[in-house]
């Protein structure tokens, strides 16, 4: 089992949906979670940090679940610029530290 | 717009030669990393640097060598490469090497290994 699994997608939706992706992680001490977003041929950029509580900034929610070890994203009223690959990223405690990326999910909205 | 520069950001190069790239990081950070991001596959951590000691060496050939003599400038010494080494290299920086840090990418040098 891949450490960080994702939907590759593309995930593929009209201007204004809601969208939403999970990702899920093997190791469970994972303690840090977060959401990039790369643009084609560009560097991933930290979109959110994900954390216990859930956390939600503009149109953009992201929720941890400990039990199922996943995370969520939720993108409400979808823009064309949304349009990108969101990577999720885990960062497991145990003296080493290394961010584990998924492949990322492709995301294309269109009018 | 980053702060976070690569140079170069393109490079071909025959599996003989031996070529170097450059990461450098405007934003005070004391933590630097090098990734390798291959067609369909996810961001692969090379080597971690805090304080300009290396702190991770994620099971990376040794054709790959890394280089940080100071916490605002990272390199990667390349030799001898495989063409299944051409990748888009990222270099990131951060405040520390903390669970809960951004990281910070640069632009990338898209490599080809002839």
């Known amino acids: 089992r891949k450490e960080v699994e994702q939907d590759p997608g593309p995930f593929n939706v009209p201007e204004g949906a809601t969208v939403a992706f999970n990702c899920t992680y093997s190791n469970s001490a994972s303690q840090s979670f977060f959401w990039y977003r790369q643009d084609c041929r560009k560097e991933p950029k930290l979109l959110m940090s994900v954390y216990s509580s859930g956390n939600e900034d503009g149109r953009f929610t992201a929720q941890l679940n400990r039990a199922s070890q996943y995370i969520s994203l939720l993108i409400r009223d979808s823009k064309l610029s949304d349009s990108a690959t969101y990577l999720c990223?885990?960062?497991?405690?145990?003296?080493?530290?290394?961010?584990?990326f998924g492949r990322g999910t492709s995301l294309i909205v269109h009018p | 717009e980053t702060g976070v520069t690569q140079t170069p950001r393109h490079l071909v190069m025959g599996m003989t030669n031996k070529k170097s790239l450059k990461c450098e990081q405007h934003?005070?950070?004391?933590?630097m990393y090098w990734y390798k991001q291959s067609a369909k596959k996810p961001l692969e951590l090379m080597f971690v640097?805090?304080?300009?000691?290396?702190?991770e060496n994620n099971s990376v050939p040794s054709r790959f060598s890394p280089e940080c003599p100071n916490s605002s400038h990272l390199f990667l010494h390349l030799h001898t490469l495989q063409p299944e080494d051409s990748a888009l290299y990222l270099c990131?920086?951060?405040?520390?090497?903390?669970?809960?840090?951004?990281?910070?990418f640069g632009p990338g040098t898209r490599l080809t290994v002839l």
């Open positions: 640097y805090s304080l300009e000691e290396r702190v």
């Open positions: 990223v885990v960062i497991s405690a145990g003296g080493s530290y290394i961010p584990t």
């Open positions: 990131a920086s951060s405040q520390d090497v903390a669970f809960t840090d951004t990281q910070y």
């Open positions: 934003l005070g950070h004391n933590a």
